[in-house]
């Protein structure tokens, strides 16, 4: 069993920029893969990055050159650094952990004003 804990989300401006963090109740390299998923309201939640226990790191396309994803020197900790906020980056963003399972956090909100 992993929890997941998101902070950091909050209300920006265009061209702002904002870190999440995501605590995890184990060490994140005991974890396959983890990552961020956003979603808006009546749309699927979507990929944002993924970072895999190895270090190899995915983006949607829609944020690469913005977005870093990255493991703390905590050991439980990853974070999502974005930069360069646009309005469409507005959504809930979503922790993920797959350890043979898949586990979600709660969520928290980014809100991108024009």
């Known amino acids: 069993q992993v929890s997941l804990v998101e902070s950091g989300g909050g ?6 920029s904002l870190r999440l963090s995501c ?14 998923y956003r979603q808006t309201p009546g749309k699927q939640r979507e990929l944002v990055a993924t970072i895999s226990s190895g270090g190899s ?7 690469k050159g913005r977005f870093t994803i990255s493991r703390g020197d905590v050991r439980n900790t990853v974070y999502l650094q974005m930069n360069n906020l646009k309005p469409e980056d507005t959504a809930v963003y979503y922790c993920n952990a797959i350890r043979i399972s898949t586990y979600w956090g709660q969520g928290t909100q980014v809100t991108v004003s024009s």
């Open 23 to 36: 605590a995890a109740s184990i060490n994140t390299f005991l974890i396959n893969t983890m990552g961020w």
């Open 57 to 63: 790191t995915v983006y949607a396309d829609s944020v």
């Open 11 to 16: 209300l920006v401006q265009t061209g702002g």
